[in-house]
C-alpha cells in the first residue's frame, strides 16, 4: 500500500469517447519533397554576379549538407574547404540560406490542387513555407513562426477546427514531385515525406515523417486524441511523480508554448550555441545568435545524433499533462485510375499545368502526382483524464480498513499504544510516589510548583493519611472491645456448663 502511494500518485483514465471534434485543433500537415532544389531555380540564382565564381556542382555540394545534417559526420576536412572557399568570396552563412530558400520548392510549385472542408479557396493561405530539418518544407495550420534573423514569420491566426469526420470535411491536396527538376534530394526514393502533428509542434521530418511516392492516391485517417490533468495532480504531486509537466511549470527559450518536441528542439539549440557557438537556420534563435558557418556542421550534426539518442538524460524534457496527439491510419492505391482523364478535376489540373490531355498527361500523373487526403476517422475524439490514484484520505481508509482486517485494530488503538508506550512514561516519571510524601511530611513547604500543578499538595496528602490512620486505631479498639466481650461470653457459657454436669 505505502509502494503504489509513493511510486503510482495518480492514475490516467478514460473520461469520454464522445470529445466533440470541434474542441480539438485539426492537425498541422507538413509535406516535404524529396528534392530540396529545383534544377531550374538553382541554375537562375547562379547567374547572380555574386556568385560568379561559384560552379553549380559546389553549390550543389553546400545545398547537400544544409539539407541532411547526417552528412557532415567525419566530413571535416571539405566542410572546411568549403568554408574557407566562401569566406574568401564574401559569401556568408545568411547567404547560403537565401540560396537554399529561393531554389527550393516552393508550396505552389507542390501544391497543384488545394481542397478544405470541400472549397479550393482560401486553402492556399493556410500554407507556411518554413525551414525544418529536411531543408524547406510546406506545413498546412502550422503555429506562430517567427525568425528576425532569417526574415520569417507566419501563423499569426488560430489554428482551424472541424466539426465533422470523413475525407470531405478534411484537407485534400494534389502534389506534385516534378521528377525531372530534381538536384539535391534526401532520400533514394521519389516522391514526400508527410508529417501529421500538432500546430504548435517543430516538425521533426528526420524522425517522424511517412513516406508516399508519385502515382498514388493516399488516405491518411487521424484519431484525435486529448488528455488533461486535475488541479489537486498539478498541486500535490512533484512532476518527477507524476512524469508530465503542467501549462508553466517549465519555460522555453524559443517557444511560446511547451510540447515535447519543442523542448528537445529549444534544448538542442542552446547545446549547439554553448559547444558550436552557433545555431543551425532550422532551429529558431534571436538576434544574438550567430548562424553556423560551413565547418560547424560536424558540430551540430554531433549535437543533434547525442539529443536524438541520449534525448531524456541530456534535456530533461517530460511531455506535457495536457497534450493532444494525433493517430494516423494509412490506407493507399494506385492513381490515377481508369476514368480520372474524364473528370473535372483532371480538366483543371491540366490546365493549371499546362499538360497535353490525352495519354502524355496520364503519364505524367503516374510518374509525378500523387493525392493527399488528411481528415478525422471518427466523429468524435477520446479523452484521457489524469488524477491522484491515492490522496491522504484514501491512504488512511484503506491503511485503517487493512488494520481493522488483519489486526483487528483501529486508529483508537493505535492511539492507546502511544499512549502507553510513550506518554504514559512523562506521567509517571513525574509522579511522587505515597510512600515518599509520608517519610517527608516536612518537606512540603519547599514543593516545586510543577508538582504543586500536576498531584495534590504534601499537606493535604499528610492530612488525609493521619485521617486515614486515626480512622483505622478507632477501627482497631472498637475490634479490640468486641473481642474481648466475646471471650467474656464464652468463659460464661464454659461455666454454666461445667456447673451442670456436677449437679
Not at 486553402?123 to 498546412?140: A, H, I, N, R, V
Not at 517543430?202 to 491518411?220: H, K, N, Q
Not at 549535437?303 to 541530456?314: A, L
Not at 514543593?447 to 504534601?458: D, G, H
Request: glycine share 6%.
Amino acid at each position: 500500500m505505502w509502494h503504489k502511494w509513493v511510486e503510482s500518485p495518480v492514475l490516467t483514465s478514460v473520461e469520454t469517447q464522445l470529445y466533440p471534434l470541434n474542441n480539438i485543433f485539426f492537425p498541422a500537415v507538413t509535406i516535404c519533397n524529396v528534392n530540396k532544389v529545383s534544377r531550374r531555380k538553382l541554375q537562375e540564382a547562379m547567374e547572380h554576379p555574386k556568385y560568379a565564381n561559384v560552379s553549380y556542382s559546389k553549390m550543389q555540394l553546400t545545398l547537400r549538407y544544409m539539407t541532411k545534417l547526417d552528412r557532415a559526420i567525419d566530413n571535416e576536412k571539405e566542410l572546411k574547404e568549403l568554408d574557407e572557399f566562401y569566406k574568401s568570396r564574401n559569401i556568408s552563412a545568411l547567404d547560403l540560406f537565401k540560396i537554399l530558400e529561393e531554389t527550393a520548392p516552393s508550396c505552389s510549385d507542390i501544391v497543384m490542387d488545394c481542397n478544405w472542408l470541400g472549397l479550393t479557396y482560401p486553402c492556399m493561405e493556410y500554407f507556411s513555407f518554413l525551414p525544418t530539418d529536411d531543408g524547406m518544407c510546406c506545413t498546412f495550420n502550422g503555429g506562430k513562426y517567427f525568425d528576425s534573423m532569417l526574415g520569417i514569420e507566419s501563423g499569426a491566426s488560430e489554428p482551424l477546427r472541424v466539426n465533422g469526420n470523413g475525407y470531405r470535411m478534411g484537407l485534400n491536396l494534389v502534389i506534385d514531385a516534378n521528377v525531372e527538376d530534381y538536384s539535391v534530394t534526401t532520400g533514394k526514393f521519389d516522391g514526400f515525406k508527410i508529417l501529421v502533428h500538432a500546430p504548435e509542434e517543430f516538425a521533426d521530418i528526420s524522425d517522424r515523417a511517412l513516406v508516399i511516392g508519385p502515382g498514388t492516391e493516399t488516405f491518411v485517417a487521424v484519431k484525435g486524441t486529448t488528455s488533461f490533468n486535475t488541479e489537486d495532480v498539478a498541486r500535490e504531486v512533484t512532476p518527477n511523480k507524476r512524469q508530465c509537466l503542467v501549462e508553466g511549470e517549465k519555460e522555453l527559450t524559443y517557444f511560446q508554448r511547451y510540447s515535447r518536441s519543442a523542448c528537445f528542439v529549444d534544448c538542442s539549440t542552446r547545446i549547439m550555441q554553448k559547444d558550436c557557438k552557433c545555431r543551425p537556420y532550422f532551429f529558431r534563435g534571436d538576434n544574438n545568435s550567430r548562424l553556423c558557418e560551413m565547418t560547424s556542421y560536424t558540430c551540430i550534426s554531433e549535437v543533434y545524433e547525442k539529443v536524438r539518442s541520449q534525448g531524456d538524460k541530456t534535456c530533461d524534457c517530460l511531455p506535457p499533462c495536457s497534450d493532444t496527439r494525433y493517430e494516423p491510419e494509412i490506407s493507399y492505391a494506385s492513381f490515377p485510375g481508369h476514368g480520372f482523364n474524364l473528370t473535372r478535376t483532371f480538366k483543371r489540373l491540366v490546365n493549371k499545368r499546362n499538360l497535353s490531355s490525352g495519354t502524355d498527361g496520364t503519364e505524367y500523373f503516374k510518374s509525378n502526382v500523387a493525392i493527399l487526403h488528411v481528415y478525422y476517422k471518427e466523429k468524435t475524439g477520446m479523452r484521457y483524464r489524469t488524477d491522484i490514484r491515492f490522496g491522504i484520505e484514501d491512504f488512511i481508509s484503506a491503511m485503517g480498513g487493512l488494520l481493522g482486517l488483519g489486526l483487528g485494530m483501529s486508529f483508537i488503538s493505535v492511539i492507546e499504544l502511544l499512549y502507553f508506550f510513550c506518554a504514559r512514561r512523562f506521567f509517571v516519571r513525574h509522579r511522587t510516589a505515597p510512600d515518599q510524601a509520608i517519610q517527608k511530611p516536612p518537606n512540603c513547604q519547599t514543593e516545586t510548583s510543577e508538582v504543586k500543578n500536576v498531584w495534590p499538595s504534601c499537606i493535604t496528602l499528610t492530612s488525609s493519611i493521619m485521617t486515614a490512620e486515626s480512622s483505622l486505631d478507632g477501627r482497631n479498639n472498637n475490634l479490640a472491645v468486641g473481642i474481648d466481650a466475646s471471650k467474656k461470653t464464652i468463659q460464661s457459657t464454659e461455666d454454666m456448663t461445667d456447673e451442670n454436669e456436677s449437679q
